[in-house]
């Protein structure tokens, strides 16, 4: 019997285009929610790559929001990321800065606004070699109502980090797939 991948991806394009759906909830993460329906967390472990970028200091800093747990957005056509979230001694964090997704998830980075110009990119070369990404939105932008868009298609890893911020741990991960 040939079993074909296929249909979960064909839903969540069908969600994707019917749904507009509303805004997930941004609240601080902090809890220990009592819902286990979506929006739950997965282990690192099996994302060591992620894992290292966000920890290292190295190449940047490390990401103090990161609590070695990638929010789980796979059932979700759509994620989300608040850049200049708050973080790193300032409004320096995308939030969540560690996520996985299903192929075919746009991924909405929204700036809010606060902690200065930012960006978002992901320069697999100039990082450590593991992301399977490559996009830039751009020099960094400040004010609010900034957006930048991609939908992330091929099963990997996507890297990412704000230039200005970068040393401050201005850094994300996700998971694709
Ligand atoms: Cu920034």
Redesign the pocket.
Same mark, same amino acid.
């Given at each position: 019997m040939t079993t074909l991948a296929v249909s979960r991806r064909q839903l969540l394009r069908t969600v994707a285009i019917t749904g507009v759906g509303g805004v997930a909830g941004c609240g601080g993460g902090s809890g220990d929610g009592g819902d286990d329906s979506d929006g739950g967390t997965v282990s690192a472990e099996a994302y060591p790559s992620i894992d290292e970028w966000l920890t290292e200091t190295d190449i940047g800093g490390a990401d103090d929001t990161y609590d070695g747990a990638l929010t789980d957005s796979r059932d979700s056509p759509s994620l989300t990321v608040d850049?200049?979230a708050e973080g790193n001694n300032g409004n320096?964090a995308y939030s969540p800065s560690a996520v996985v997704v299903s192929t075919g998830t746009e991924i909405r980075w929204n700036w809010t606004g606060e902690?200065? #110009?930012?960006?978002v990119e992901a320069l697999p070369e100039e990082q450590l070699g593991e992301s399977d990404y490559e996009f830039s939105s751009g020099e960094?932008v400040g004010g609010s109502g900034v957006k930048y868009t991609r939908t992330v298609e091929e099963t990997g890893v996507a890297l990412y980090h704000?230039? #200005?911020?970068f040393s401050?741990g201005?850094k994300g991960g996700i998971a694709v797939g």
């Amino acid at each position: 019997m040939t079993t074909l991948a296929v249909s979960r991806r064909q839903l969540l394009r069908t969600v994707a285009i019917t749904g507009v759906g509303g805004v997930a909830g941004c609240g601080g993460g902090s809890g220990d929610g009592g819902d286990d329906s979506d929006g739950g967390t997965v282990s690192a472990e099996a994302y060591p790559s992620i894992d290292e970028w966000l920890t290292e200091t190295d190449i940047g800093g490390a990401d103090d929001t990161y609590d070695g747990a990638l929010t789980d957005s796979r059932d979700s056509p759509s994620l989300t990321v608040d850049v200049g979230a708050e973080g790193n001694n300032g409004n320096f964090a995308y939030s969540p800065s560690a996520v996985v997704v299903s192929t075919g998830t746009e991924i909405r980075w929204n700036w809010t606004g606060e902690g200065n #110009p930012h960006n978002v990119e992901a320069l697999p070369e100039e990082q450590l070699g593991e992301s399977d990404y490559e996009f830039s939105s751009g020099e960094a932008v400040g004010g609010s109502g900034v957006k930048y868009t991609r939908t992330v298609e091929e099963t990997g890893v996507a890297l990412y980090h704000c230039e #200005p911020h970068f040393s401050l741990g201005m850094k994300g991960g996700i998971a694709v797939g």
